[in-house]
């Protein structure tokens, strides 16, 4: 069974950056499809970005492509989200998911089995 704890939320102003963290365990990042989404007060959970289990692709929200950047360090066993330009519409809780490698539907949280237990951004005006 694989858990996942991420870290690196916090309080940052807008134009800001931060880097969120996911740390695995139970499983190597290099056998899993990995993503992040996001849930604001009052919204349905919502998908952020993902990468492929080979690491060969990676996948963006439009909300987001061109700020953030999903990546990992297999040597760690660490998924990364590293967050630029936030803006005070980027406030969320932030999670990190994974599931058995497959092609497609890396935007649906219902794929994923395996969740974080978030850590919360704050981007203030």
């Known amino acids: 069974q694989v858990q996942l704890v991420e870290s690196g939320g916090g309080l940052v102003q807008a134009g800001g950056s931060l880097r969120l963290s996911c740390v695995a365990s139970?499983?190597?990042?290099?056998?899993?499809?990995a993503g992040w989404f996001r849930q604001a007060p009052g919204k349905e959970r919502e998908f952020v970005a993902a990468i492929r289990w080979s690491g060969s692709s990676t996948y963006y929200a439009d909300s987001v492509k061109g700020r953030f950047t999903i990546l990992r360090d297999i040597t760690k066993n660490t998924l990364y989200l590293n967050m630029n330009s936030l803006n005070p519409e980027d406030t969320a809780v932030y999670y990190c998911a994974v599931r058995s490698p497959r092609s497609g539907d890396y935007a649906s949280t219902q794929g994923y089995p395996s969740w974080g237990q978030g850590t919360q951004v704050t981007v203030s005006s």
């Open positions: 139970g499983r190597t990042l290099s056998m899993v499809d």
